[in-house]
């Protein structure tokens, strides 16, 4: 696809520097709260830049902040690889077995470290604070920078991230809920073991594991309005050891994803009811835990027209989409709770050059070009948020 692309001259100029970066980081992937070595590159790339840095903010992440009076934008990108065994034969492939950036954080951070260079040089009408965020992926990173004060003093939040379900060159900004709600859901099915051949003098927790499994299909089938969005998945299930004992106990894992925060408070209740139910039905007593997780990701609908404004002097007008909303999650959403932001997505597909696998996969990378759009937005992104 052929964009309007508007780069200033100092991203033009940095874009050797983002696509190194990304390379960097890319060949030495770091695991949520062990990205040290990540956080100490940016560091020593920002160094001489006159911003101030905090490093070790919510264990290993970093904050670099411009001076100023007046209003203060906070831009947040995220540091962590995650445990998959990359399967690429790029020069920059990953370098640590079984360890790889395969959410595109390594371009993140390269982003992140640009912009922050370039914005330390504008003379803005606030202060800009860039966060680096650590162990974003289901670790708590974001609780544990808020905890660290990193919201303190923040008038509007906003973040990017590299989006392999929209082509280079393209961002997307959409108000309003963007991202789900994630919460873990655990169920432990308890029977009672004995003889595979004597199933008379047993409570089965395998068979009532099964019809919990399928009735619980019908919580999104059946409860739900067919209207609003919700999943529930059940990713694990574990029981016995051998071909002819029935086990004393099942043990299934999930996850519930929603949009709508009423919604969510009403699934524990689903879940247990109906499990419970159907399990006692069997001679079997369940136990329904649900672990919440992140909130959904509701951007501010005044902070996505300002993230709008900014994105149509990158791509042009033609180049701003609006993105479905997806119902993975983000930890984007524990600022919004507190703060008024905006979460966009940078288009990073290519599909050409095969740079168009989903995001998780052993597969993943994304097109470079999505680097100088990124940096080039937050870069506007801030100029406009503190324009107004
Ligand atoms: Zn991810
Ligand atoms: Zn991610």
């Known amino acids: 696809m052929r964009v ?13 520097d983002l696509v190194a970066l990304r390379r960097e980081f890319h060949q030495r992937p770091e695991l949520a709260y062990a990205e040290t070595r990540t956080a100490a590159r940016v560091a020593a790339f920002l160094e001489g830049s006159g911003l101030s840095v905090r490093t070790g ?20 990108v995220d540091l962590d690889g995650l445990p998959i065994q990359e399967q690429s034969d790029a020069p920059y492939a990953s370098r640590v077995p079984g360890v790889m950036h395969a959410c595109g954080h390594d371009g ?14 504008r003379s803005l009408r606030g202060s800009v604070r860039l966060l680096f965020q650590p162990a974003e992926e289901g670790e708590g990173g974001a609780q544990a920078v808020v905890r660290d004060g990193v919201l303190d003093g923040v008038d509007l939040v906003m973040g990017i991230h590299l989006w392999n379900e929209l082509p280079v060159g393209t961002l997307g900004v959409k108000p309003g809920p963007l991202m789900a709600a994630v919460d873990r859901l655990k169920i432990v099915v308890h029977g009672r073991g004995g003889h595979g051949g004597q199933p008379q003098r047993s409570a089965d927790p395998v068979v009532a594991a099964a019809h919990v499994v ?33 086990p004393d106990e099942v043990t299934i894992t999930g996850t519930i994803r929603t949009f709508d925060e009423a919604l969510r408070r009403s699934m524990p209740e689903r879940l247990r009811r109906i499990a419970s139910g159907v399990g006692g039905a069997l001679q079997c007593r369940v136990e329904v835990e649900v672990k919440p997780g992140n909130p959904a990701v509701v951007n501010d609908p ?3 027209e300002i993230a709008r404004r900014a994105a149509a002097r990158v791509v042009g007008e033609a180049g701003v989409v609006c993105p479905e909303p ?29 740079l168009d696998q989903p995001h998780h996969s052993p597969r993943f990378d994304f097109s470079e070009d999505a680097l100088g759009i990124g940096c080039e937005f937050l870069v506007r992104a801030a100029e406009e948020a503190l324009a107004g």
Request: net charge neutral.
């Open 4 to 16: 309007m692309l508007d780069l200033s001259p100092e991203v033009r100029a940095a874009l050797p």
């Open 214 to 246: 399928t009735a619980l299909q019908s919580v999104v089938a059946r409860e739900v309005s067919p209207l609003q969005s919700a999943v529930v998945t059940l990713g694990s299930i574990h029981g016995g050891q051998a071909f002819n004992v029935i």
């Open 302 to 304: 005044a902070v996505a």
């Open 108 to 121: 993140h951070a390269a982003i992140g470290a640009v912009a922050a260079r370039i914005l330390a040089r």
């Open 326 to 354: 997806t119902m993975g999650g983000e930890d984007m959403a524990v600022y919004f709770e507190r703060v008024p932001g905006c979460f966009v997505f940078v288009g990073s597909a290519d599909a050409g050059k095969g």
């Open 57 to 76: 903010v919510g264990g290993t992440g970093l904050v670099a902040e411009t001076g100023g009076a007046g209003r203060r934008v906070m831009l947040r």
